[in-house]
């Protein structure tokens, strides 16, 4: 008869300390019992085989994407330095030199940037060692650690970027998902992980992540501008950001939309869609899209708190293609390949999504929230094959509907039902 014991908090869950061989395998159960499962990240293997050609290995990303633990599930033998840790961080700052000494195998320095100047000491060990996978580095912010990275790590180290949670690992917890209740929980690991309400959890993280990273880049004066900018920002969410407008509705100079646009990206919380123009003899749009790192935040910044206000609000389309766009980044992302996403537009309103280039080869790619096809969705995949010519394949339609086919060479199915982003 087996002995079990009352472990964790919340819904309670039972021990079989009876059927545990050894006191090890009690404190594995009891471990995973108390702590919530740690999802398999889809971008570990390419950080192992990075980390089998490079002595040092950088994996930047949006702060609470998951990077601490991905690299310390990955590298639990490595020594574990956080660099927010003030300790840490004036350990390393006073003496850089003792500091390394301390992991002559190497070691997880995980928010890098807030010590850039370590990177010129990492880059003596790395020389004298040459040893793939010594140093595995995390970091949040971009302008930082690229220009440490090009000083004195290029060449030393594969850089990757963690983005939340993708649909794919998001099945460890359930199998099925409506589309627009991942527009507003996100992907971002702690809500998922701890049942958390997303108001609450991106409010908090607005305020201690968002401002301060903006506050440590820029010499930001006026909060309530910035917050006013952040919301009008997430109402053009998928469009081709007018700074002139911005300004007038912020108040501010269009120079000033452009810096803190930057520094949106800067800290992982925008991207921008860059169009693709490259051999087409029409006049094209040649500005980006902007759109979020997260569903959850524009969601939040919009005061849409379900899934059915999501569903009927007039950016719900914005939504859905913010939130399939992101999939396809990730896909690439967590295979350590350069995104190489496009979108087409002319000056006379012909528009494609999505261009992925692949190799010399174009796949255009339409996003659309309907559960119901129309032929007019392939309209604009029409027109660009005719400009783009031979390059161009049939390409994709993807929509919230329920059944799959092909029209005209175009595929129409519903990534959420199948699975499989491109």
């Known amino acids: 008869m087996a002995l079990y014991i009352?472990?964790?908090?919340?819904?309670?869950?039972?021990?079989?300390?009876?059927?545990?061989?050894?006191?090890?395998?009690?404190?594995?159960?009891?471990?995973?019992?108390?702590?919530?499962?740690?999802?398999?990240?889809?971008?570990?293997?390419?950080?192992?085989?990075?980390a089998g050609e490079y002595p040092a290995v950088t994996v930047l990303g949006p702060r609470q994407s998951g990077k601490t633990t991905l690299v310390r599930m990955v590298f639990p033998d490595k020594p574990y330095f956080s660099m927010e840790d003030p300790d840490v961080r004036l350990a390393a700052e006073t003496d850089p030199r003792?500091?390394?000494?301390?992991?002559?195998?190497?070691?997880?320095?995980?928010?890098?940037?807030?010590?850039p100047l370590l990177l010129s000491y990492l880059q003596g060990i790395i020389d004298r060692v040459q040893?793939?996978?010594?140093?595995?580095?995390?970091?949040?912010h971009q302008p930082e650690l690229q220009q440490g990275i090009s000083q004195s790590l290029a060449g030393r180290t594969a850089i990757l970027t963690l983005?939340?949670?993708?649909?794919?690992?998001?099945?460890?917890?359930?199998?099925?998902w409506d589309p627009f209740d991942l527009v507003v929980k996100g992907g971002y690991p702690r809500l998922h992980e701890s049942g958390l309400a997303?108001?609450?959890?991106?409010?908090?993280?607005?305020?201690?992540?968002?401002?301060?990273?903006?506050?440590?880049?820029?010499?930001?004066?006026?909060?309530?501008?910035?917050?006013?900018?952040?919301?009008?920002?997430?109402?053009?969410?998928?469009?081709?950001?007018?700074?002139?407008?911005l300004s007038n509705d912020v108040g501010v100079s269009a120079t000033t939309i452009k810096n803190?646009?930057?520094v949106l990206k800067a800290s992982f919380v925008v991207w921008e869609l860059p169009p693709y123009f490259e051999n087409i003899g029409k006049r094209v749009i040649k500005s980006p899209k902007v759109y979020f790192c997260d569903t959850g935040l524009v969601a939040f910044l919009l005061g849409i708190e379900t899934a059915e206000q999501a569903a009927r609000d007039p950016l719900r389309g914005a939504l859905f293609e913010n939130l399939v766009l992101l999939e396809i980044l990730k896909k690439r992302l967590n295979a350590g390949k350069r995104p190489e996403l496009f979108f087409y537009r002319?000056?006379?309103?012909?528009?494609?999504?999505?261009?992925?280039?692949?190799?010399r080869e174009l796949i255009p790619v339409e996003i659309k929230s309907?559960?119901?096809?129309?032929?007019?969705?392939?309209k604009g995949i029409e027109h660009f094959q005719v400009a783009a010519g031979d390059r161009c394949r049939p390409g994709h339609v993807l929509y919230n509907g329920q059944s799959a086919h092909t029209v005209k060479g175009v595929r129409i199915a519903n990534p959420f039902l199948e699975g499989e982003f491109l």
Do not use: H
Request: with cysteine; charged share 20%; proline share 5%.
């Open 6 to 50: 009352k472990v964790g908090s919340g819904k309670s869950r039972w021990a079989p300390f009876g059927l545990c061989k050894s006191k090890v395998e009690l404190a594995i159960y009891i471990v995973l019992c108390y702590f919530p499962a740690m999802i398999e990240r889809n971008i570990r293997p390419e950080l192992l085989a990075a």
């Open 98 to 115: 003792g500091f390394l000494a301390q992991c002559p195998e190497g070691a997880v320095l995980d928010e890098i940037q807030r010590l």
């Open 131 to 140: 040893k793939p996978g010594m140093f595995i580095l995390t970091g949040s």
């Open 163 to 176: 983005f939340p949670f993708a649909l794919k690992e998001l099945r460890s917890y359930r199998q099925e």
């Open 198 to 245: 997303p108001g609450r959890f991106f409010n908090g993280y607005l305020q201690t992540y968002v401002e301060r990273d903006v506050r440590a880049l820029i010499n930001l004066k006026d909060l309530r501008a910035f917050q006013q900018f952040l919301t009008l920002l997430a109402g053009r969410v998928g469009q081709i950001v007018n700074y002139a407008s």
């Open 260 to 262: 803190w646009i930057g």
């Open 346 to 359: 002319d000056s006379n309103g012909n528009e494609v999504d999505l261009i992925i280039k692949s190799q």
């Open 370 to 378: 309907a559960a119901t096809f129309s032929p007019n969705f392939i």
